[in-house]
């Protein structure tokens, strides 16, 4: 197991985590560089591949060398309110003054890099200096790791928060908010408008570029049948990737058995080609609704090939190989990495989606990234998408999505604004 991870910006930090493992179970990146450069990033991981992958991405746009440091609160210290979690951290640094140079280690952090008395990591990773220039955190455990490096460094860390950190957006520098989660916040009467270190996004940061995607291709050489990687075929490859349940995506046994049913009649009856992933999360009922009809149109040697989730290089390969993406609309981070492809994305179960989840994927319908999924009796006339709804449709949105690269320059300018502060004392 490696205990710390470092990259040199985007290079070869891909395709190698599998997806949705526990806590200090994830085998991680391939490294480059490790040696020759100090990080200027440390993205505070909890395990959850979904937080993590949002830190990398902003870490990847920042174009900086980076190190992945698994760090949660204690037991006996998580259970307490974030806010209380948020002044224990202050009074430990009471009293210190900023009587070092900027970029300087402090002396708060020894070099031995000990834990503050409530901290932990399941892989030993060190908070020893030199502190970095940024600190960038996703999901609940990770907010104290990020504090204390934040009050470590005497504020001289840029910490960085993506998502909604249910605390106030001024304890941290930035926090990255997807616009569902300030749709949330809004609806609770909360003036996130307010929050002058709030930086909205369209959607949930991911790591899904031109590069990215290329790279996958690469690898899936190596995973998929030939069939499906022949692009002089008029053929459409399609990707379906299969989530798991809660309780805003009401689709259940009847509804994955209708699936089911599209599934075969979309490579029976329409020529295409099926690239099929769980994950880890798909119920039991989904799986035995798919199984038998993989198995039948594996017998009659019909393009299909299904996986069950536990290889992420599978689903890279599968977002950078198919031509059309069909994904079950329990997912916002699957949604959105499959629209920052650019290739026509289909929501599977749409209908079914309750209150927030559903107001996510109608604003990716109306802004023409989506469409619902429904599949045609027949293709009654060449110009409807036989995937939707009978009748002409809106062409989908050419605009790439790059959320990451877009506001990697505001949170450049937050250090550099700071370094200048340093300067002119």
Not at 71 to 82: A, D, R, T
Not at 178 to 207: A, D, W
Not at 350 to 373: D, N, P
């Amino acid at each position: 197991m490696i205990p710390h991870l470092v990259a040199q910006g985007r290079s070869r930090l891909l395709l190698s985590t599998p997806a949705y493992q526990g806590l200090g179970k994830i085998r991680f990146y391939t490294l480059k560089n490790t040696k020759t450069k100090a990080p200027e990033i440390w993205i505070i991981g909890d395990g959850i591949p979904k937080n993590e992958n949002s830190s990398i991405a902003l870490a990847e746009a920042l174009g900086l060398p980076f190190e992945i440091k698994r760090i949660v609160p204690k037991k006996s210290f998580n259970w307490l309110p974030l806010n209380l979690q948020k002044w224990l951290i202050d009074l430990r640094y009471m009293g210190t003054r900023n009587n070092f140079s900027f970029g300087s280690a402090p002396k708060s952090i020894n070099n031995s890099g000990r834990f503050a008395f409530f901290l932990d990591s399941p892989e030993s990773a060190p908070l020893s200096p030199p502190l970095p220039k940024y600190v960038i955190g996703s999901g609940a455990q990770t907010i104290a790791a990020c504090l204390e490096v934040s009050k470590a460094s005497q504020h001289q860390t840029v910490s960085v928060f993506t998502g909604n950190p249910k605390l106030a957006f001024g304890f941290f520098d930035a926090v990255v908010l997807p616009n569902h989660e300030y749709v949330k916040l809004t609806r609770k009467g909360l003036t996130v408008s307010f929050q002058k270190n709030c930086i909205i996004t369209q959607g949930i940061l991911n790591r899904i570029t031109p590069d990215f995607l290329k790279e996958a291709s690469q690898l899936a050489k190596n995973i998929f049948d030939p069939i499906f990687l022949d692009q002089k075929s008029e053929s459409p490859v399609v990707g379906i990737l299969i989530g798991g349940k809660n309780t805003s995506f009401r689709f259940y046994q009847e509804e994955a058995k209708a699936f089911a049913r599209d599934v075969e009649r979309l490579v029976s009856d329409f020529n295409t080609r099926v690239l099929l992933t769980y994950t880890p999360d798909t119920p039991t009922y989904f799986r035995e609704a798919i199984e038998p009809v993989v198995a039948k149109l594996q017998q009659e040697n019909k393009p299909i090939q299904r996986w069950d989730g536990k290889d992420k290089d599978v689903y890279n390969g599968i977002l950078a190989t198919a031509t059309h993406l069909l994904v079950t609309g329990d997912s916002m981070t699957m949604t959105c990495e499959a629209i920052g492809t650019g290739k026509p994305v289909y929501i599977v179960g749409q209908e079914v989606c309750q209150g927030l989840l559903g107001a996510f994927h109608r604003y990716w319908k109306e802004k023409q990234y989506t469409r619902r999924f429904h599949l045609l009796r027949a293709n009654r006339r060449l110009t409807w998408d036989v995937f939707s709804h009978i009748g002409d449709h809106p062409p989908f949105a050419t605009t790439q999505i790059e959320e990451a690269k877009r506001i990697a320059p505001m949170i450049q300018q937050l250090y550099d604004n700071r370094r200048e502060r340093h300067a002119n004392r």
